[in-house]
């Protein structure tokens, strides 16, 4: 069956940088674009990255933007989030997620890891 596992989740100061990574099976990972998300505590699931199915454009939720870098290795079936100058505000459940195709609404998404805790300590 399909599975997304996420890893790399922790606890970070402010200003400092983590590096999640998801890793997929179960199915044709080149064949899916990939995004990741998050969630707030009392918040709804956002938006944060998403990458094409070669890996060849990027899209990103603009307060991240300069910060975070999402990238894949179709290899290795693996996501990547890079994540430089983290702030407070970046504390969240991060969940890896895929698609037929780039997009921000959580609704295209068919596949949907179980997700990893990022907490940035001011």
């Known amino acids: 069956q399909v599975q997304l596992v996420e890893s790399g989740g922790g606890l970070v100061q402010a200003g400092g940088s983590l590096r999640l990574s998801c890793t997929a099976s179960?199915?044709?990972?080149?064949?899916?674009?990939m995004g990741w998300f998050r969630q707030a505590p009392g918040k709804e699931r956002d938006f944060v990255a998403t990458?094409?199915?070669?890996?060849?454009?990027?899209y990103y939720k603009d307060s991240v933007k300069g910060r975070f870098t999402i990238s894949r290795d179709n290899a290795k079936s693996t996501v990547y989030l890079q994540m430089n100058s983290l702030k407070a505000e970046d504390t969240a459940v991060y969940y890896c997620?895929?698609?037929?195709?780039?997009?921000?609404?959580?609704?295209?998404?068919?596949?949907w890891g179980q997700g990893t805790q990022v907490t940035v300590s001011s």
């Open positions: 997620a895929a698609a037929r195709f780039p997009a921000a609404a959580g609704r295209t998404y068919d596949y």
């Open positions: 990458i094409t199915r070669t890996g060849d454009r990027t």
């Open positions: 179960g199915y044709t990972f080149s064949s899916y674009a």
